[in-house]
């Protein structure tokens, strides 16, 4: 996609665009970090946006209260780490469905926000200094403080995926909860794996007022969505048992290059923009389920994303 966007637009500028994602685009590469593990240990959350968006509201509400910025900061986490704790729990524990449980914790994070309040909520003038602005380029990109965090962040999610033992066991568990279950500590892992969903939803709300200092109810919805595109785009199974964070980062930028495409072609409206993620998925999915059957029929596994 890069390659034909440098051909096709004539001041496309790949290296700009792709920096610019990751501070643009912070709040959903988090979420799209988190929701690879849900997905691989065969699960789901759809109450990532609804989290971030309460994360945001808790954050300003906080800082209107009087809360130095530290610990108004440190909220955001907190509530994802709460909201994703409480919703593994009821999915380990109570045997709920994750999509029935996640579904409520959606609902319930956005009426949570909404008692906060109805209105937009924006930080007041300074309160996190200059931080926002601090900027480094290099060559045509530019670094942000959020960019360089949400890329520390890929990192270590990328070294634990593939190099420790939490990823191996979140890929046994999705692959086959039954078979596992001698070797693999099944409950805190499913548990684990919401956990840090959560808690990177709370990560995503801070990352967006870094961007733009307004807690908005519309600013993280229908992310969940965008998050579950991207990981199955990156080649994670929605069946679960195979995936990475790294594919999951592809799937964030193809979806992102997607998004930012009608400002390079005027004629294409955002409903054919959305109608091309879809395509995409669609393409992704059926490439999916025919390396199944061809694996099936083969007698051997597809090899993980």
Same mark, same amino acid.
């Given at each position: ?54 994360? &945001? ?14 610990? &108004? ?24 469905? $994750? ?41 045509? *990109? ?61 990560? &995503? ?8 200092? *307004? $807690? ?22 929605? *069946? ?7 594919? *999951? ?8 290059? $997607? ?18 993620? &879809? ?27």
């Amino acid at each position: 996609m890069l390659v034909i966007a440098e051909v096709r637009y004539p001041g496309f500028d790949a290296a700009g665009v792709v920096s610019g994602l990751w501070t643009s685009r912070a709040p959903l590469i988090l979420v799209s970090i988190g929701m690879t593990w849900v997905v691989i240990a065969g699960g789901i959350d759809l109450a990532v946006g609804a989290v971030a968006t309460l994360s &945001a509201f808790v954050t300003v509400w906080a800082a209107q209260a009087g809360v130095p910025p530290a610990l &108004a900061v440190a909220c955001g986490p907190l509530v994802g780490l709460i909201a994703g704790a409480t919703q593994g729990l009821a999915v380990q524990r109570l045997g709920l469905p $994750a999509f029935i449980v996640t579904l409520a914790g959606m609902f319930l994070a956005r009426g949570a926000a909404l008692m906060l309040s109805t209105e937009p909520l924006s930080l007041q003038r300074g309160y996190f200094g200059e931080l926002p602005g601090w900027a480094w380029s290099l060559g045509r *990109t530019e670094s942000t403080v959020t960019s360089l965090c949400v890329l520390g962040v890929a990192g270590c999610a990328i070294v634990w995926d593939f190099r420790g033992v939490g990823g191996r066991w979140v890929r046994a568990l999705g692959d086959n909860p039954v078979a596992c279950s001698g070797r693999v500590p099944v409950a805190r892992v499913r548990v684990a794996t919401y956990v840090l969903s959560g808690a990177l939803a709370g990560v &995503a709300g801070i990352a967006a007022l870094l961007y733009v200092p *307004t $807690a908005s109810h519309d600013q993280s919805q229908g992310m969940e969505l965008d998050a579950i595109a991207s990981v199955v785009i990156g080649g994670t199974l929605i *069946t679960g048992g195979r995936g990475s964070v790294l594919g *999951t980062l592809v799937g964030v930028h193809v979806v992102g290059l $997607a998004l930012v495409l009608p400002a390079y072609e005027p004629g294409l409206s955002p409903g054919a923009v959305q109608m091309l993620v &879809a395509a995409v998925l669609l393409a992704f999915v059926v490439a999916q389920t025919v390396l199944r059957r061809l694996a099936g029929s083969t007698g051997r596994g597809v090899a993980p994303a």
